[in-house]
């Protein structure tokens, strides 16, 4: 696990002599693995909202607004940009922001194949350079959610938002990652690393299926952090797989996601 800061840039050595900052190794990363997410992009953006890893439906998490209509809405960390493509189907003006540039080039084809107006740009979720103010609800499914601090993303989330506007995110939840072994081998029903102090995890050198590097909480602590910028938590869901699942999706073995929560949504709202 990597040591807390809260104010420079989170660095991580690599090789010997270099160190770079998890925007740049995280980019790398999603440019280079862009190809491998078009086929599900393509999927989720023909279909009606589902989400994470077992697609729970909508209709029975209900994550977005049923009408979306004028809201000015933005999705931190777009991928493929479905979840944009949702909002624009129910009404809303939407943003995509998004660090990869491949990624951002599926979502402009696909959001052209569906004739969706959505302005995407390229650039970081926890500094977007976008005006105070400018939306009514920010979102983010494995986005900013995973790869972006979470004291710099949601602080930059709360500028954004207009007095009495919303923020959803869903990412893993805290105890997939500290039941995760140290290699990068799937989740197992045992404690491998320390729940106390989760942050970052640099995951560039474990044997197993090297990626990037994410933040997460323990849950005391994500409590505190909205606290301290001044969200109020409007409601908690903590996702497993269904009854039917009976495969390792993302590193998380079905029969692990049955008995434990391997996602975690948050809603926040910002007072008027
Ligand atoms: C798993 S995708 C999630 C997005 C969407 N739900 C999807 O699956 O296509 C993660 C995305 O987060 C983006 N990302 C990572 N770090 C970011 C940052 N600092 N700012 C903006 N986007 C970032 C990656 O480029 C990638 O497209």
Known sequence: ?????????????????????????????????AQNWVDLGKRLWSGP????????????????????????????????????????RRGARVTGID?????????????????????????DAEATGFDAGRFDFAISEYGAAIWCRPEVWLREAWRLLRPGGSLV??????????????????????L?????????VDWTEVEIDPSGVTFNLSIADWFALFTEIGFTVTRYQELYAPDEAAETRCWVPSDWAK????????HLSKPV
């Open 1 to 33: 696990m990597l040591p807390r800061d809260t104010v420079a840039a989170f660095f991580v050595p690599v090789g010997a002599v270099m160190t770079k900052d998890h925007v740049s190794i995280n980019r790398e990363v999603w440019d280079k693995d």
């Open 49 to 88: 909202p589902q989400w994470g890893i077992w697609g729970a439906p909508e209709t029975s998490v209900t994550l977005l607004p049923e009408d979306m209509t004028g809201l000015d809405a933005v999705e931190l960390g777009c991928g493929t940009g479905y979840v944009s493509g949702w909002m624009a």
């Open 99 to 123: 660090v990869s540039s491949e990624q951002l080039a599926t979502a402009r084809q696909l959001a052209d194949a569906y004739g969706a107006e959505i302005t995407f740009v390229q650039g």
């Open 169 to 190: 995110f869903l990412g893993n939840h805290p105890l997939s990652i500290i039941c995760t072994p140290l290699n990068g081998a799937p989740c197992e029903p045992v």
């Open 192 to 200: 491998h690393r320390p729940y106390r102090g989760l942050w970052g």
């Open 259 to 266: 008995n434990y929560p391997m996602e975690q949504v948050w």
